[in-house]
């Protein structure tokens, strides 16, 4: 008889329960997040066990991991999209734990992407970096910002990372307001130090793949943000249209209209906020480098704003990478701008 398991897996423990074609309990437990256990509890129904629907919170990799090395099926669910039973007026994670498992035998379960492991560390590396540019950025503003706002003097972020405390000194006779100023500097020095390692190590360990490689002839995209990209999406394939890898990068509307009026909004947060981040990073370049991208936004920039305008751009060069990445071609300006 076939076995269907579902796992509703926290921080700390995990909820297991096994049913089988008729939707009857056959086994469940709880459990603290120990892999051994786990395996235990599964061996006695090793031969019977179609599939374990684990349910994708921020810590799967150590379960999934370890279950598919013990050569287990796994099915990562897509949280998002999964609709919970309205039917029970009482649910808890026994409860949750039964509904995966009632999904994954009916074959509806919703599932997410399994990366690889073996690749896992090339993209965790970059997403970190992503994560101190992040705060560098930070960093650069705010001082920007606190500079300003006391001399009404314009600075460039440039400027800022060739600063000196004496630079702003010079500046901000009140020694107080200085400090505020200045007490940035050797913390943004060392994001930047951290940011270097990180790109030499991602560089060195990371490979673009032959169906990627034309990534680089897009506006914009250089080694960093090319890896990022390709560790990211992974396998292209995934993507059966360019619409879906578009909403994926966050770059789509989220709007819901009926008879052409407003009838809320869906989740503007449901894809990838790394994919977002490094096409937005590639329009910001595009626009510098490239006076067909530049007029673009200008024009944009002419209706709507500076945000939505390099948004836009944003989404162009996304689905431009999409047909890149798929059909390993060359980027191509003329069909992009359209």
């Given at each position: 008889m076939a076995l269907y398991c579902g796992i509703d897996l926290h921080s700390n423990n995990c909820w297991i329960a096994i049913i089988d074609e008729d939707q009857k309990v056959v086994?469940?437990?709880?459990?603290?997040?120990?892999?051994?256990?786990?395996?235990?509890?599964?061996?006695?129904?090793?031969?019977?066990?179609?599939?374990?629907a684990v349910e994708s919170t921020f810590n799967w990799y150590w379960l999934v991991d370890g279950l598919m090395d013990a050569g287990y099926r796994l099915h990562l669910t897509n949280t998002c999209a999964i609709k919970q039973y309205d039917g029970l007026k009482y649910t808890d994670d026994r409860h949750d734990a039964r509904w995966l498992a009632h999904l994954l035998s009916l074959g509806i379960l919703p599932?997410?992407?399994?990366?690889?492991?073996?690749?896992?560390?090339?993209?965790?590396?970059?997403?970190?970096?992503?994560?101190?540019?992040?705060?560098?950025?930070?960093?650069?503003l705010s001082m920007?910002?606190?500079?300003?706002?006391?001399?009404?003097?314009?600075?460039?972020?440039?400027?800022?990372?060739?600063?000196?405390?004496?630079?702003?000194?010079?500046?901000?006779?009140?020694?107080?307001?200085?400090?505020?100023?200045?007490?940035?500097?050797?913390?943004?020095?060392?994001?930047?130090e951290q940011i270097k390692i990180l790109e030499k190590e991602a560089l060195k360990r990371g490979n673009l793949r032959a169906e990627f490689s034309s990534l680089k002839t897009v506006w914009g995209i250089g080694k960093v943000l090319g890896l990022t990209i390709t560790y990211e999406v992974g396998d292209i394939g995934r993507f059966a249209k360019v619409g879906n890898f578009a909403s994926y990068c966050r770059l789509v509307k989220s709007n819901r209209l009926s008879n052409g009026k407003p009838k809320g909004s869906g989740n503007s947060k449901n894809g990838n906020p790394?994919?977002?981040?490094?096409?937005?990073?590639?329009?910001?370049?595009?626009?510098?480098?490239?006076?067909?991208?530049?007029?673009?936004?200008?024009?944009?920039?002419?209706?709507?704003?500076?945000?939505?305008?390099?948004?836009?751009?944003?989404?162009?060069?996304?689905?431009?990478?999409?047909y890149v990445m798929k059909d390993n071609v060359d980027f191509d300006s003329d069909k992009m701008l359209q």
């Amino acid at each position: 008889m076939a076995l269907y398991c579902g796992i509703d897996l926290h921080s700390n423990n995990c909820w297991i329960a096994i049913i089988d074609e008729d939707q009857k309990v056959v086994r469940e437990s709880k459990f603290g997040n120990d892999l051994a256990a786990i395996l235990g509890f599964f061996e006695p129904y090793r031969a019977e066990l179609e599939g374990i629907a684990v349910e994708s919170t921020f810590n799967w990799y150590w379960l999934v991991d370890g279950l598919m090395d013990a050569g287990y099926r796994l099915h990562l669910t897509n949280t998002c999209a999964i609709k919970q039973y309205d039917g029970l007026k009482y649910t808890d994670d026994r409860h949750d734990a039964r509904w995966l498992a009632h999904l994954l035998s009916l074959g509806i379960l919703p599932e997410g992407y399994i990366y690889p492991k073996q690749e896992r560390a090339v993209r965790d590396l970059l997403r970190r970096r992503a994560f101190l540019v992040h705060k560098r950025t930070a960093f650069l503003l705010s001082m920007r910002g606190a500079f300003e706002c006391r001399t009404g003097m314009r600075i460039t972020s440039n400027d800022i990372k060739k600063w000196k405390p004496t630079d702003v000194e010079q500046h901000i006779a009140d020694p107080l307001e200085a400090l505020g100023v200045t007490c940035l500097l050797e913390p943004m020095a060392t994001l930047s130090e951290q940011i270097k390692i990180l790109e030499k190590e991602a560089l060195k360990r990371g490979n673009l793949r032959a169906e990627f490689s034309s990534l680089k002839t897009v506006w914009g995209i250089g080694k960093v943000l090319g890896l990022t990209i390709t560790y990211e999406v992974g396998d292209i394939g995934r993507f059966a249209k360019v619409g879906n890898f578009a909403s994926y990068c966050r770059l789509v509307k989220s709007n819901r209209l009926s008879n052409g009026k407003p009838k809320g909004s869906g989740n503007s947060k449901n894809g990838n906020p790394y994919l977002s981040w490094a096409f937005s990073e590639a329009a910001h370049f595009a626009v510098r480098y490239h006076e067909p991208a530049k007029k673009f936004v200008q024009r944009k920039r002419a209706k709507t704003n500076g945000i939505v305008a390099i948004r836009a751009l944003a989404h162009k060069l996304a689905r431009a990478s999409y047909y890149v990445m798929k059909d390993n071609v060359d980027f191509d300006s003329d069909k992009m701008l359209q």
